[in-house]
């Protein structure tokens, strides 16, 4: 059944490298959780205490807002296939933008895309595993090409323009650190 690590084991590290989809739950100090799936080839496991997610431009930008003002952060993985297994990585994060310094120390480790928009660096203190016997079987068929698509027609131009329109601040009104500060459009 369920444990409580202290770390990734090697183990649970190749489980994360096959899985296709993971789910981030973050929250501020008031106002609504969020959780959204997440997938596209965009999360790294540094270490056994460190992870960093890719994430790319969306409709919203619930995560940066809410890591501003409350550095908790959950990722979820569940096995569709094979073993039943649930995992969950429990930390604190920060986002890095295109204009942090850490951010080309961070891109290289993916793929090129148009609408990247933010690299999330999550120090895991708690890693829980739990049984995972009620998850469905699922199949595979492939990746969605659709937002890649969408962000490569409007551009890099283009998607900053989004993210000043779109991406600056939470369904609670929180900044998202999107824009560079005192940055002109």
Same mark, same amino acid.
């Given at each position: 059944m369920g444990k409580q690590l202290e770390q990734i084991t090697p183990e649970l590290q190749a489980f994360i490298k096959d899985q296709k989809i993971f789910f981030v739950a973050t929250a501020a100090c008031d106002g609504l959780v969020n959780l959204s799936p997440k997938g596209m080839d965009s999360i790294r496991v540094l270490s056994a205490n460190r992870v960093i997610w890719l994430n790319v431009t969306g409709s919203g930008n619930e995560t940066a807002a809410h890591l501003l003002e409350n550095n908790r952060? *959950?990722?979820?993985?569940?096995?569709?296939?094979?073993?039943?297994?649930?995992?969950?990585?429990?930390?604190?994060g920060q986002a890095y933008h295109p204009y942090d310094s850490e951010w080309n120390q961070y891109i290289t480790y993916f793929p090129p895309m148009t609408g990247a928009r933010q690299i999330f660096?999550?120090?895991?203190?708690?890693?829980?595993t739990s049984c995972g016997m009620a998850v469905p079987f699922m199949d595979y068929n492939r990746e969605r090409d659709e937002l890649n698509k969408w962000a490569d027609k409007k551009g890099a131009e283009g998607i900053r323009e989004y993210w000043n329109e779109r991406? *600056?601040?939470?369904?609670?009104?929180? *900044?998202?650190?999107i824009l560079e500060p005192n940055a002109d459009l």
């Open positions: 952060i *959950t990722i979820m993985f569940c096995a569709f296939e094979g073993k039943p297994l649930i995992l969950r990585l429990y930390g604190k660096d999550i120090k895991v203190d708690m890693v829980q991406n *600056t601040e939470s369904l609670d009104g929180l *900044t998202t650190g």
